[in-house]
């Protein structure tokens, strides 16, 4: 087994390691104590903070983020094939071919159950089974 090529990463892990130990020792020699009331309160964007930081959202504003992670995960995926395109051949089109084509069912999917809609829609409801049914 030959170890030679090994040697570069020992060391590189080494310094990273020993960079890291010595900002946080020089951090805590050097940094600021002072515990004053101002230092504790949450500060964003120069706005102050009104009300619990406990406040609901509603699940929309979590739904269009996960859809948006979604959406551009595929997008690094398709653009990494397209950089691959002549490697991958027919085989590699058809395979992406399929994916683009879940991708969009699941576009279609989530448009037809509203998953995309912002405003209060009208639903029309029917009785099955005894149990409401949205349409």
Do not use: C
């Not at 997008?75 to 590699?92: D, P, Q, R, Y």
């Amino acid at each position: 087994m030959h170890l030679q090529p090994l040697w570069p990463f020992v060391i590189y892990t080494l310094a990273v390691l020993f960079i890291t130990v010595s900002i946080i020792i020089t951090s805590y020699f050097l940094g600021q104590r002072h515990r004053e009331n101002e230092m504790e309160e949450p500060y964003e964007s120069g706005i102050v903070s009104t009300g619990s930081a406990r406040m609901r959202f509603d699940v929309k504003f979590y739904m269009i983020a996960m859809f948006f992670i979604i959406f551009d995960l595929e997008a690094v995926f398709v653009f990494a094939w397209a950089v691959a395109l002549i490697e991958t051949g027919w085989s590699g089109y058809f395979v992406m071919l399929i994916f683009i084509l879940v991708l969009f069912t699941m576009m279609v999917y989530l448009w037809r159950i509203g998953a995309f809609e912002w405003g209060s829609r009208k639903r029309k409801t029917t009785m099955a089974r005894g149990h409401r049914v949205y349409l």
